[in-house]
Protein backbone atom coordinates (compact mmCIF):
# COMPACT_ATOMS: atom_id res chain seq x y z
CA UNK A 1 0.00 0.00 0.00
CA UNK A 2 2.69 2.34 0.78
CA UNK A 3 4.94 1.62 -2.19
CA UNK A 4 1.30 2.38 -4.30
CA UNK A 5 0.38 5.42 -2.23
CA UNK A 6 3.83 6.92 -2.73
CA UNK A 7 4.17 6.48 -6.24
CA UNK A 8 0.48 7.17 -7.22
CA UNK A 9 -3.38 8.35 -6.61
CA UNK A 10 -4.53 5.57 -5.34
CA UNK A 11 -8.17 3.86 -5.04
CA UNK A 12 -8.91 0.83 -3.33
CA UNK A 13 -11.71 -1.37 -2.18
CA UNK A 14 -11.39 -2.41 1.46
CA UNK A 15 -14.03 -4.59 2.07
CA UNK A 16 -13.49 -8.28 2.50
CA UNK A 17 -16.15 -9.50 -0.14
CA UNK A 18 -14.86 -8.99 -4.01
CA UNK A 19 -15.30 -5.80 -5.81
CA UNK A 20 -18.96 -5.70 -7.61
CA UNK A 21 -18.00 -5.71 -11.31
CA UNK A 22 -20.19 -2.27 -12.36
CA UNK A 23 -18.26 -1.06 -9.09
CA UNK A 24 -14.84 -1.69 -11.05
CA UNK A 25 -16.05 -0.30 -14.16
CA UNK A 26 -16.94 2.48 -12.82
CA UNK A 27 -14.09 2.87 -10.64
CA UNK A 28 -11.23 1.94 -13.22
CA UNK A 29 -12.74 3.93 -16.11
CA UNK A 30 -10.19 6.39 -15.80
CA UNK A 31 -7.25 4.61 -14.40
CA UNK A 32 -4.22 3.57 -15.59
CA UNK A 33 -3.25 0.78 -13.61
CA UNK A 34 -5.14 -1.86 -11.82
CA UNK A 35 -4.57 -4.04 -9.05
CA UNK A 36 -6.09 -7.37 -9.05
CA UNK A 37 -7.24 -10.44 -7.23
CA UNK A 38 -7.80 -13.69 -8.65
CA UNK A 39 -11.48 -12.74 -7.89
CA UNK A 40 -11.53 -10.09 -10.72
CA UNK A 41 -12.06 -10.74 -14.54
CA UNK A 42 -9.70 -8.45 -16.34
CA UNK A 43 -11.17 -9.26 -19.75
CA UNK A 44 -11.97 -7.51 -23.18
CA UNK A 45 -14.86 -5.67 -21.79
CA UNK A 46 -12.87 -4.40 -18.82
CA UNK A 47 -9.90 -3.50 -20.73
CA UNK A 48 -12.12 -1.90 -23.08
CA UNK A 49 -13.94 0.29 -20.10
CA UNK A 50 -10.75 1.23 -19.01
CA UNK A 51 -9.49 3.54 -21.93
CA UNK A 52 -6.34 5.19 -19.90
CA UNK A 53 -5.41 1.09 -18.83
CA UNK A 54 -1.62 0.66 -19.13
CA UNK A 55 -0.44 -1.97 -16.73
CA UNK A 56 -2.96 -4.70 -15.02
CA UNK A 57 -0.69 -6.54 -11.98
CA UNK A 58 -2.50 -9.53 -10.80
CA UNK A 59 -1.80 -10.33 -7.30
CA UNK A 60 -1.71 -14.35 -7.74
CA UNK A 61 0.79 -16.50 -9.55
CA UNK A 62 -2.02 -17.60 -11.53
CA UNK A 63 -3.63 -15.65 -14.41
CA UNK A 64 -6.47 -17.88 -15.42
CA UNK A 65 -8.58 -14.66 -14.74
CA UNK A 66 -6.47 -12.38 -16.93
CA UNK A 67 -6.76 -12.38 -20.86
CA UNK A 68 -3.43 -11.70 -21.43
CA UNK A 69 -3.99 -11.91 -25.56
CA UNK A 70 -6.74 -9.33 -24.88
CA UNK A 71 -4.23 -7.01 -22.93
CA UNK A 72 -1.26 -7.24 -25.36
CA UNK A 73 -3.73 -6.33 -28.25
CA UNK A 74 -4.22 -3.07 -26.35
CA UNK A 75 -0.86 -2.81 -25.45
CA UNK A 76 -1.58 -3.25 -22.09
CA UNK A 77 1.41 -4.80 -19.96
CA UNK A 78 0.11 -7.62 -17.60
CA UNK A 79 2.40 -9.00 -14.02
CA UNK A 80 2.09 -11.85 -12.00
CA UNK A 81 3.62 -12.74 -8.55
CA UNK A 82 5.67 -16.24 -9.18
CA UNK A 83 8.38 -18.01 -7.33
CA UNK A 84 7.74 -15.89 -3.81
CA UNK A 85 4.98 -18.45 -3.38
CA UNK A 86 6.46 -21.64 -4.85
CA UNK A 87 7.73 -23.20 -1.32
CA UNK A 88 4.83 -21.69 0.75
CA UNK A 89 1.98 -23.59 -1.39
CA UNK A 90 4.77 -26.45 -1.85
CA UNK A 91 4.06 -26.89 2.09
CA UNK A 92 -0.06 -26.88 1.79
CA UNK A 93 0.19 -29.49 -0.84
CA UNK A 94 1.92 -31.57 1.72
CA UNK A 95 0.20 -30.93 4.24
CA UNK A 96 -2.76 -32.40 2.30
CA UNK A 97 -1.31 -35.09 1.15
CA UNK A 98 -0.35 -35.84 5.34
CA UNK A 99 -3.68 -34.97 5.94
CA UNK A 100 -5.84 -36.99 3.88
CA UNK A 101 -3.95 -39.84 4.34
CA UNK A 102 -4.15 -40.03 7.68
CA UNK A 103 -7.76 -38.58 7.79
CA UNK A 104 -7.18 -35.51 10.26
CA UNK A 105 -9.61 -33.65 9.97
CA UNK A 106 -11.98 -36.60 10.77
CA UNK A 107 -10.02 -37.70 13.52
CA UNK A 108 -10.00 -34.26 15.03
CA UNK A 109 -13.55 -34.03 14.90
CA UNK A 110 -13.97 -37.66 16.26
CA UNK A 111 -12.39 -36.53 19.54
CA UNK A 112 -14.38 -33.26 19.06
CA UNK A 113 -17.46 -35.30 19.54
CA UNK A 114 -16.25 -37.45 22.10
CA UNK A 115 -15.51 -40.38 20.02
CA UNK A 116 -12.43 -41.53 21.30
CA UNK A 117 -13.13 -44.60 23.87
CA UNK A 118 -9.97 -46.44 23.94
CA UNK A 119 -6.91 -47.23 21.30
CA UNK A 120 -7.83 -49.77 19.40
CA UNK A 121 -5.26 -51.72 16.72
CA UNK A 122 -7.63 -51.69 13.93
CA UNK A 123 -9.02 -48.25 14.46
CA UNK A 124 -8.75 -45.09 12.89
CA UNK A 125 -6.25 -46.73 9.97
CA UNK A 126 -4.98 -44.17 7.48
CA UNK A 127 -2.57 -44.98 4.23
CA UNK A 128 1.13 -44.48 4.35
CA UNK A 129 2.86 -41.19 2.80
CA UNK A 130 6.32 -42.37 2.93
CA UNK A 131 7.59 -45.32 0.06
CA UNK A 132 3.94 -44.84 -1.71
CA UNK A 133 3.76 -43.42 -5.36
CA UNK A 134 3.62 -39.96 -6.12
CA UNK A 135 2.01 -39.00 -9.23
CA UNK A 136 2.96 -35.02 -10.00
CA UNK A 137 0.86 -33.64 -12.89
CA UNK A 138 2.49 -30.56 -13.93
CA UNK A 139 6.41 -30.27 -13.05
CA UNK A 140 7.11 -26.31 -12.88
CA UNK A 141 8.33 -24.42 -10.05
CA UNK A 142 5.09 -25.83 -7.40
CA UNK A 143 5.62 -29.27 -8.90
CA UNK A 144 9.40 -29.66 -8.20
CA UNK A 145 8.95 -27.99 -5.01
CA UNK A 146 6.51 -30.59 -4.04
CA UNK A 147 9.09 -33.40 -5.51
CA UNK A 148 11.50 -32.16 -3.05
CA UNK A 149 9.12 -32.67 -0.23
CA UNK A 150 8.36 -36.02 -1.53
CA UNK A 151 11.97 -37.31 -1.42
CA UNK A 152 12.45 -37.06 2.42
CA UNK A 153 9.36 -38.88 2.66
CA UNK A 154 11.09 -42.35 0.46
CA UNK A 155 8.30 -41.73 -1.82
CA UNK A 156 8.19 -43.30 -5.50
CA UNK A 157 8.19 -39.79 -7.79
CA UNK A 158 6.79 -40.08 -11.75
CA UNK A 159 5.88 -36.99 -13.63
CA UNK A 160 3.75 -36.11 -16.72
CA UNK A 161 4.36 -32.36 -17.95
CA UNK A 162 3.96 -31.50 -21.71
CA UNK A 163 7.88 -30.87 -21.75
CA UNK A 164 10.38 -32.77 -19.62
CA UNK A 165 11.99 -31.51 -16.63
CA UNK A 166 15.88 -31.99 -17.17
CA UNK A 167 16.45 -31.33 -13.77
CA UNK A 168 13.90 -32.81 -12.05
CA UNK A 169 14.97 -36.10 -13.79
CA UNK A 170 18.82 -35.19 -12.74
CA UNK A 171 18.88 -33.61 -9.34
CA UNK A 172 15.66 -35.48 -7.62
CA UNK A 173 15.57 -38.61 -9.86
CA UNK A 174 11.57 -37.86 -10.88
CA UNK A 175 10.54 -40.16 -13.27
CA UNK A 176 9.11 -39.06 -16.47
CA UNK A 177 5.92 -41.05 -17.60
CA UNK A 178 2.87 -41.15 -20.01
CA UNK A 179 -0.14 -39.37 -18.74
CA UNK A 180 -1.97 -42.85 -18.32
CA UNK A 181 0.86 -44.27 -16.51
CA UNK A 182 0.80 -41.57 -14.26
CA UNK A 183 -3.32 -42.10 -13.64
CA UNK A 184 -2.76 -45.82 -13.49
CA UNK A 185 0.36 -46.43 -11.16
CA UNK A 186 0.08 -43.18 -8.48
CA UNK A 187 -1.22 -43.51 -5.01
CA UNK A 188 -1.47 -40.09 -4.44
CA UNK A 189 -2.01 -37.10 -7.71
CA UNK A 190 -0.74 -33.98 -7.18
CA UNK A 191 -2.16 -31.65 -9.36
CA UNK A 192 0.09 -28.46 -10.79
CA UNK A 193 -0.85 -27.49 -13.87
CA UNK A 194 -2.13 -23.76 -14.87
CA UNK A 195 -5.77 -23.13 -15.61
CA UNK A 196 -6.41 -23.04 -19.00
CA UNK A 197 -9.03 -24.64 -21.90
CA UNK A 198 -6.73 -27.51 -22.34
CA UNK A 199 -6.42 -28.47 -18.89
CA UNK A 200 -10.14 -27.15 -18.18
CA UNK A 201 -11.66 -30.64 -16.79
CA UNK A 202 -8.54 -32.53 -17.75
CA UNK A 203 -9.04 -34.83 -14.49
CA UNK A 204 -12.89 -36.13 -15.21
CA UNK A 205 -14.31 -39.64 -15.31
CA UNK A 206 -12.20 -41.06 -17.96
CA UNK A 207 -8.91 -40.66 -15.90
CA UNK A 208 -11.01 -41.37 -12.47
CA UNK A 209 -11.87 -44.53 -14.17
CA UNK A 210 -7.99 -45.20 -14.75
CA UNK A 211 -6.82 -44.35 -10.98
CA UNK A 212 -6.29 -47.33 -8.30
CA UNK A 213 -8.79 -48.00 -6.21
CA UNK A 214 -6.31 -46.38 -3.33
CA UNK A 215 -5.58 -43.57 -5.45
CA UNK A 216 -6.11 -40.05 -3.03
CA UNK A 217 -6.40 -37.08 -5.59
CA UNK A 218 -4.96 -33.48 -4.19
CA UNK A 219 -5.39 -29.94 -5.76
CA UNK A 220 -3.69 -27.04 -5.28
CA UNK A 221 -3.96 -25.22 -8.65
CA UNK A 222 -7.05 -24.70 -9.57
CA UNK A 223 -10.47 -25.93 -9.47
CA UNK A 224 -11.90 -26.72 -12.92
CA UNK A 225 -8.75 -28.47 -13.75
CA UNK A 226 -11.09 -31.14 -11.78
CA UNK A 227 -14.24 -32.00 -12.82
CA UNK A 228 -16.60 -31.65 -9.92
CA UNK A 229 -19.46 -34.08 -10.55
CA UNK A 230 -16.97 -36.58 -11.50
CA UNK A 231 -14.76 -36.68 -8.61
CA UNK A 232 -17.57 -36.36 -6.14
CA UNK A 233 -18.83 -39.86 -8.40
CA UNK A 234 -15.28 -41.36 -8.14
CA UNK A 235 -15.59 -40.87 -4.43
CA UNK A 236 -19.11 -42.23 -3.69
CA UNK A 237 -18.41 -45.55 -5.88
CA UNK A 238 -15.16 -45.94 -3.91
CA UNK A 239 -13.07 -45.83 -7.37
CA UNK A 240 -10.71 -43.41 -5.45
CA UNK A 241 -9.83 -43.84 -1.71
CA UNK A 242 -9.81 -39.45 -1.17
CA UNK A 243 -9.22 -36.27 -1.92
CA UNK A 244 -7.29 -33.21 -0.60
CA UNK A 245 -8.07 -29.98 -2.22
CA UNK A 246 -7.35 -26.40 -1.90
CA UNK A 247 -9.45 -24.66 -4.90
CA UNK A 248 -12.63 -25.99 -5.71
CA UNK A 249 -15.20 -25.14 -8.73
CA UNK A 250 -17.10 -22.71 -7.74
CA UNK A 251 -15.22 -21.24 -5.51
CA UNK A 252 -16.31 -20.70 -2.38
CA UNK A 253 -17.37 -23.25 -1.89
CA UNK A 254 -20.98 -23.92 0.13
CA UNK A 255 -21.50 -25.99 3.20
CA UNK A 256 -23.71 -27.88 1.34
CA UNK A 257 -21.73 -28.93 -0.81
CA UNK A 258 -21.93 -32.83 -1.27
CA UNK A 259 -18.35 -33.30 -1.46
CA UNK A 260 -18.17 -31.79 2.10
CA UNK A 261 -20.36 -34.90 3.56
CA UNK A 262 -17.69 -37.22 2.55
CA UNK A 263 -15.35 -38.46 5.42
CA UNK A 264 -12.42 -38.87 2.90
CA UNK A 265 -12.64 -35.14 1.68
CA UNK A 266 -10.76 -32.31 2.75
CA UNK A 267 -11.30 -28.97 1.54
CA UNK A 268 -9.58 -26.29 2.32
CA UNK A 269 -10.66 -22.48 1.09
CA UNK A 270 -8.04 -21.53 -1.11
CA UNK A 271 -5.00 -21.15 1.79
CA UNK A 272 -1.77 -21.85 -0.74
CA UNK A 273 0.40 -18.91 -0.09
CA UNK A 274 -1.54 -18.54 3.30
CA UNK A 275 1.06 -17.47 5.11
CA UNK A 276 1.93 -13.60 6.30
CA UNK A 277 5.98 -13.66 5.01
CA UNK A 278 4.44 -15.14 1.37
CA UNK A 279 1.14 -12.94 1.12
CA UNK A 280 3.58 -9.78 1.90
CA UNK A 281 5.96 -11.13 -0.71
CA UNK A 282 3.23 -10.86 -3.26
CA UNK A 283 1.75 -7.78 -2.62
CA UNK A 284 5.33 -6.13 -3.09
CA UNK A 285 5.79 -7.56 -6.26
CA UNK A 286 2.54 -6.97 -7.36
CA UNK A 287 3.11 -3.29 -6.15
CA UNK A 288 6.28 -3.12 -8.06
CA UNK A 289 5.07 -4.43 -11.26
CA UNK A 290 1.98 -1.93 -11.38
CA UNK A 291 4.71 1.18 -10.22
CA UNK A 292 7.60 -0.34 -12.82
CA UNK A 293 5.28 -0.66 -15.03
CA UNK A 294 3.31 2.54 -15.49
CA UNK A 295 7.02 4.22 -15.08
CA UNK A 296 8.23 2.49 -18.11
CA UNK A 297 10.94 0.38 -15.55
CA UNK A 298 11.47 -3.38 -15.73
CA UNK A 299 8.66 -5.30 -14.39
CA UNK A 300 9.37 -7.95 -11.30
CA UNK A 301 7.32 -10.85 -13.48
CA UNK A 302 5.41 -9.54 -16.79
CA UNK A 303 3.30 -11.73 -18.87
CA UNK A 304 3.75 -9.88 -22.15
CA UNK A 305 6.96 -7.77 -22.41
CA UNK A 306 5.70 -7.60 -25.90
CA UNK A 307 3.17 -5.20 -24.81
CA UNK A 308 5.45 -2.51 -24.51
CA UNK A 309 5.36 -0.57 -27.89
CA UNK A 310 2.33 -1.24 -28.98
CA UNK A 311 -0.75 1.10 -28.69
CA UNK A 312 -0.97 2.98 -25.09
CA UNK A 313 2.51 1.67 -24.33
CA UNK A 314 4.19 3.11 -27.10
CA UNK A 315 6.10 6.23 -25.82
C1 LIG B 1 -3.19 -18.30 -6.04
O1 LIG B 1 -3.97 -19.16 -6.27
C2 LIG B 1 -2.23 -17.83 -6.99
O2 LIG B 1 -2.35 -18.17 -8.19
O3 LIG B 1 -1.32 -17.09 -6.60
C1 LIG C 1 1.79 -46.44 19.93
O1 LIG C 1 1.64 -45.43 20.56
C2 LIG C 1 2.87 -47.35 20.18
O2 LIG C 1 3.57 -47.20 21.19
O3 LIG C 1 3.06 -48.25 19.35
Given at each position: M????????L?????D?????????????????V??M??ER????????C?????????AV?F???D???????????????????E???????T?IL????R??????Y?????WR??????????D???A?????????????????????D???????ST????A????????V?????L??S???T??V????E????????????????????????????????????L??????GA?L????????R?????????Q??I???I????L??RT??A???ARN??????????????N?Q????G????
Open positions: QRLQDATEKFWAERPVPREVLLKEAADCVGLSLTIDAEFLDAPQLRVVSNHGDNVVAACTERGILAGNTPDVLTTTADLAFLATARVHEMVDVKQDKTWGPLDNLGVVHHTLGIMGMGRIGYAVAKRAKGFMELIYHDRSVIEEKLGVKFSREELNHDFILHPLTPTRHSVGKAEFEQMKASAILINTSRGPVVDQAALLEAKSGQIRGDVTDPEPMADNPLLALPVTLPHGSATNTKMDVALVNGLLGEEMVSCLPARGIRNKS
